[in-house]
């Protein structure tokens, strides 16, 4: 069985830097695409940031418009384990993080057409 553990998720003050963490068992990262994305309360859950979003590459990365130049996403080959290092945090930037597994080239952003999902970890941004 696949697991994803998010860690990292803590109060901040706007302006602040966060890195969460997302380590997984029996998956090896490099061989799929791993993504984070974010659900604030009332709302849907939002693509965030992926490896491999070209599948063939599997050194690419993308990012949603709205994180774009703050946050990057990486990817510790010997440790399995995905990263999202968050700067410049914004309030609106308050959300529970997701990390996300897809063993296939399906759509990136739709978080149904990822397979497995970690538990999530908040991430509260004071203005």
């Known amino acids: 069985q696949v697991q994803l553990v998010e860690s990292g998720g803590e109060w901040w003050q706007a302006g602040g830097s966060l890195r969460l963490s997302c380590p997984a068992s029996?998956?090896?990262?490099?061989?799929?695409?791993m993504a984070w994305f974010r659900q604030a309360p009332g709302k849907a859950r939002d693509f965030v940031a992926a490896?491999?979003?070209?599948?063939?590459?599997?050194?690419?990365?993308c990012y949603a418009d709205s994180v774009k130049g703050r946050f990057t996403i990486s990817r510790d080959n010997a440790k399995n384990t995905v990263y999202l290092q968050m700067n410049s945090l914004k309030p609106e930037d308050t959300a529970v993080y997701y990390c996300?597994?897809?063993?296939?080239?399906?759509?990136?952003?739709?978080?149904?057409?990822?397979?497995?999902w970690g538990q999530g970890t908040q991430v509260t941004v004071s203005s």
């Open positions: 996300a597994a897809q063993g296939n080239n399906g759509n990136m952003v739709e978080a149904g057409s990822y397979d497995y």
């Open positions: 029996r998956l090896t990262p490099s061989s799929a695409r």
């Open positions: 490896t491999r979003c070209i599948w063939w590459n599997t050194g690419s990365t």
